[in-house]
């Protein structure tokens, strides 16, 4: 079963600087290819004298982490791409569990790692924790992290489980289950595009697990941060992207009919925290997903309609309204 990780990069000489040395060190047994989105930088330079042995994929546009990573991975013929964003640093012996998990359960299509924030190691990290949920409105979150509230990793999700999503900072997939699931959705351009992919990969019978004895920690934010009202449009409009793909037809109108109403309450908060650029945001979000409203529900046709959540209530309500706040409370 052989391995390339795949990490794809943007003007990202920095980052590339800080934690390519690391992947190549604790790499051995892979491939290891940097995909540049078209960079104005000298991020590919750098790669080319300091790693000859890394290969390096040249997209021709920078098409975001969806279509970046379409583009590039047409291009690798290892058994299983290992997705690293360019702001993770890996540790030793970080591939082997990986691969096992892989070896030990066949239906398994994809392998998220423990990941841990970079700035607080003793922390889990916002974009995955310890694995991916969604309640039934489509809200992502994580063992380890429940919108804003992180937990400190005191080995609690120190296991080998079955989640529903995994991380795109650091998501190991079967080459084969990636095309046959359709690859990334480029309409999404970045954020919560691997949800989707995960979700399709269920839909068809595969598995995601989370293995805890791979470890990695990821800087986060590197592309947008939190404070970024971008990346609040992104989150809104790719999640009803989700659902309008996903769901099955019996829960499609009353469970968007209902995760408007508990958008509209998102945005009258932002505005009350004095956010209006992240208001408008959710406004734009709405406004570009009726837009695409038709080809989404085209796309709905080609994948089979499951339900696979981790939690039949809200986690807006659990959340904000009876004020818990750790993964083990849902």
């Given at each position: 079963?052989?391995?390339?990780?795949?990490?794809?990069?943007?003007?990202?000489?920095?980052?590339?600087?800080?934690?390519?040395?690391?992947?190549?060190?604790?790499?051995?047994?892979?491939?290891?290819?940097?995909?540049?989105?078209?960079?104005?930088?000298?991020?590919?330079?750098?790669v080319e004298l300091n790693f000859p042995g890394v290969k390096?994929?040249?997209?021709?546009?920078?098409?975001?982490?969806?279509?970046?990573?379409?583009?590039?991975?047409?291009?690798?013929?290892?058994?299983?791409?290992?997705?690293?964003?360019?702001?993770?640093?890996?540790?030793?012996?970080?591939?082997?569990?990986?691969?096992?998990?892989?070896?030990?359960?066949?239906?398994?299509?994809?392998?998220?790692?423990?990941?841990?924030?970079?700035?607080?190691?003793?922390?889990?990290?916002?974009?995955?924790?310890?694995?991916?949920?969604?309640?039934?409105?489509?809200?992502?979150?994580?063992?380890?992290?429940?919108?804003?509230?992180?937990?400190?990793?005191?080995?609690?999700?120190?296991?080998?489980?079955?989640?529903?999503?995994?991380?795109?900072?650091?998501?190991a997939i079967r080459r084969e289950v990636f095309y046959e699931?359709?690859?990334?959705?480029?309409?999404?351009?970045?954020?919560?595009?691997?949800?989707?992919?995960?979700?399709?990969?269920?839909?068809?019978?595969?598995?995601?697990?989370?293995?805890?004895?791979?470890?990695?920690?990821?800087?986060?934010?590197?592309?947008?941060?939190?404070?970024?009202?971008?990346?609040?449009?992104?989150?809104?409009?790719?999640?009803?992207?989700?659902?309008?793909?996903?769901?099955?037809?019996?829960?499609?109108?009353?469970?968007?009919?209902?995760?408007?109403?508990?958008?509209?309450?998102?945005?009258?908060?932002?505005?009350?925290e004095g956010k209006a650029n992240h208001f408008s945001a959710?406004?734009?979000?709405?406004?570009?997903?009726?837009?695409?409203?038709?080809?989404?529900?085209?796309?709905?046709?080609?994948?089979?309609?499951?339900?696979?959540?981790?939690?039949?209530?809200?986690?807006?309500?659990?959340?904000?309204?009876?004020?818990?706040?750790?993964?083990?409370?849902?």
């Amino acid at each position: 079963m052989t391995i390339g990780v795949v990490i794809l990069n943007w003007n990202g000489l920095k980052l590339l600087k800080q934690f390519l040395p690391d992947v190549v060190s604790f790499s051995s047994e892979a491939t290891v290819y940097v995909a540049d989105n078209a960079s104005t930088d000298n991020s590919i330079k750098y790669v080319e004298l300091n790693f000859p042995g890394v290969k390096i994929i040249r997209n021709e546009v920078n098409g975001g982490y969806a279509k970046g990573y379409n583009d590039a991975l047409a291009s690798v013929k290892e058994d299983i791409f290992v997705l690293l964003n360019s702001d993770v640093q890996v540790t030793p012996h970080w591939l082997e569990p990986i691969l096992a998990t892989f070896k030990k359960y066949p239906v398994a299509g994809a392998v998220q790692p423990k990941l841990l924030d970079f700035k607080r190691p003793e922390y889990f990290e916002y974009a995955g924790a310890a694995g991916g949920y969604i309640d039934r409105f489509g809200y992502p979150y994580c063992r380890g992290r429940v919108f804003e509230t992180i937990e400190k990793d005191e080995g609690q999700y120190d296991d080998e489980q079955e989640i529903f999503w995994g991380s795109g900072a650091c998501l190991a997939i079967r080459r084969e289950v990636f095309y046959e699931a359709g690859a990334f959705d480029e309409d999404y351009f970045a954020h919560q595009e691997e949800i989707d992919l995960c979700w399709r990969l269920n839909s068809l019978g595969y598995k995601v697990r989370y293995v805890s004895t791979s470890v990695v920690y990821h800087v986060g934010g590197a592309t947008l941060n939190s404070m970024n009202p971008q990346k609040t449009f992104y989150n809104f409009r790719n999640s009803l992207y989700n659902l309008i793909k996903n769901l099955p037809s019996h829960q499609l109108i009353w469970v968007i009919f209902l995760r408007m109403i508990l958008d509209g309450v998102a945005g009258i908060q932002f505005l009350f925290e004095g956010k209006a650029n992240h208001f408008s945001a959710v406004l734009k979000a709405h406004i570009n997903f009726y837009k695409r409203l038709p080809l989404l529900l085209r796309k709905r046709k080609n994948f089979p309609k499951k339900l696979n959540y981790f939690s039949k209530n809200s986690v807006v309500c659990t959340y904000f309204l009876k004020g818990e706040k750790k993964f083990s409370n849902f």
